[in-house]
């Protein structure tokens, strides 16, 4: 009899599998996917890694979702909301040039530490995007630009049947879909939403601000935007 994949191989499969992803979306605008781009062994190395620390089981877990990934966070990484100097650390594989600290991760840490540690937080929790793959845009400067796959119509359109085929297949590695976790309460959370009303993946969905909002324009607010998460994350629906 054929062994029961654990979720940390249902994972990196789902990882190996979006490097296979092309979207030629309309100028200025364009993918960026870790998973296929010249990092492309270490960055698979450092998911096999991560994963097998903290997801070597077949334990249910609740989806937390972001947007989209960061030009220069989790999509140089492939690891949703891990800066590539936290996975150094966690994992022993550097990616050349790329110690970006995360506003976003530097915050979902302290998070992490204070729902009780990496194994605890992990074995409840799976974080991901609603679009798993980088959007950026080429500015009229000639810079890029990070993206939300919502940003414009077009764009979003293009991407949205990865968007549910994603969402199918990480259900399907063990999500207790009684409640999402939403980060981003403007259109993130209206968008998935959306998506959610059409779908019906999850039960319920619980908005929870961007940190990059918390740091960038409430850092006075930061402890209380913690206990917002913490109580968010505890909280049994």
């Known amino acids: 009899m054929q062994r029961k ?12 599998e979006l490097s296979n992803v092309e979207i030629n979306l309309p100028e ?33 877990r609740h989806l937390i979702l972001g947007s989209s990934p ?5 999509a140089i990484t492939g690891v949703p909301f891990e800066d ?37 937080f992990y074995h409840d929790f799976y974080l991901n995007f609603v679009c798993p793959v980088g959007i950026c845009k080429t500015s009229s400067k000639g810079n ?13 359109e293009m991407v949205t049947p990865l968007i549910i085929s994603a969402l199918k297949t ?20 209206q968008e998935l939403s959306k998506i959610n009303k059409k779908w019906r993946f999850f039960q319920k969905i619980v908005p929870l601000e961007h940190p990059r909002f918390i740091t960038q324009y409430h850092p006075e607010d930061k402890e209380k935007y913690l206990h917002k998460y913490l109580n968010a994350l505890m909280y049994r629906y």
């Open 5 to 16: 994949q654990n979720f940390s191989e249902k994972v990196f499969q789902f990882d190996e």
């Open 28 to 60: 200025p605008y364009k993918i960026i996917n870790p998973y296929s781009g010249r990092n492309k062994k270490q960055v698979l190395q450092m998911v096999q890694i991560f994963y097998q620390k903290y997801f070597n089981d077949t334990n249910k």
């Open 70 to 74: 960061a030009r220069r966070g989790s």
């Open 84 to 120: 590539a100097s936290n996975l150094q650390k966690e994992t022993g594989i550097s990616i050349a040039n790329f110690h970006v600290n995360n506003a976003a991760s530097n915050f979902l840490n302290e998070v992490i530490d204070k729902y009780g540690g990496g194994n605890k």
């Open 144 to 156: 890029q630009v990070n993206c939300n796959y919502y940003e414009n119509k077009q764009v979003e």
């Open 170 to 189: 990480q259900i399907n590695f063990g999500i207790d879909t009684s409640v999402c976790y939403c980060i981003g309460s403007g259109q993130n959370y």
